[in-house]
């Protein structure tokens, strides 16, 4: 019994995303916030689309997409088309709409949700 007890807590402990999963401060005072766990919820076409979302001093520095199941071309699209108006953002207000790509719509908004937790995440808990 005990046994069986001690192997559902470890697996419990090992699948439970801890904060520093989430949200970590980089040496230079940048703040890393990884959507994977914290918007695994939301799905682009297919699948969910988790983003890295570096700031710093209330800026935006730069949004990574990770690994994911979306196409490579539509992800490289979006990379290229709408990643770089996020760079430099402020986010005192929280983030600003910026256009989705077209014919890569799903994706494009799955990411506008996964930045616009991330900085949510990061304006409650930094």
Same mark, same amino acid.
Request: aromatic fraction near 8%; charged fraction near 25%.
């Given at each position: ?21 989430? #949200?970590?401060?980089?040496? &230079? +005072? ?9 918007? $695994?919820? =939301?799905? !682009? ?15 935006i520095v730069k949004v ?6 979306e196409g490579p071309k ?7 088309? #709408?990643?770089?108006?996020? &760079? +430099? ?9 910026? $256009?989705? =790509?077209? !014919? ?23």
């Amino acid at each position: 019994m005990f046994r069986k007890i001690f192997a559902l807590l470890l697996i419990a402990s090992s699948t439970t995303a801890s904060a520093q999963d989430v #949200m970590h401060k980089e040496k &230079d +005072g940048t703040y890393v916030i990884n959507t994977t766990t914290l918007a $695994d919820d =939301v799905d !682009g076409y297919a699948g969910p689309t988790p983003v890295e979302v570096h700031i710093k001093k209330n800026k935006i520095v730069k949004v990574v997409v990770l690994k994911s199941q979306e196409g490579p071309k539509y992800t490289a699209r979006v990379k290229k088309e #709408m990643m770089p108006k996020y &760079d +430099g953002m402020n986010i005192k207000k929280g983030v600003k709409q910026v $256009d989705a =790509v077209t !014919g890569a719509t799903f994706t494009s908004k799955a990411i506008q949700e996964n930045i616009a937790r991330a900085v949510a995440y990061y304006q409650k808990n930094k």
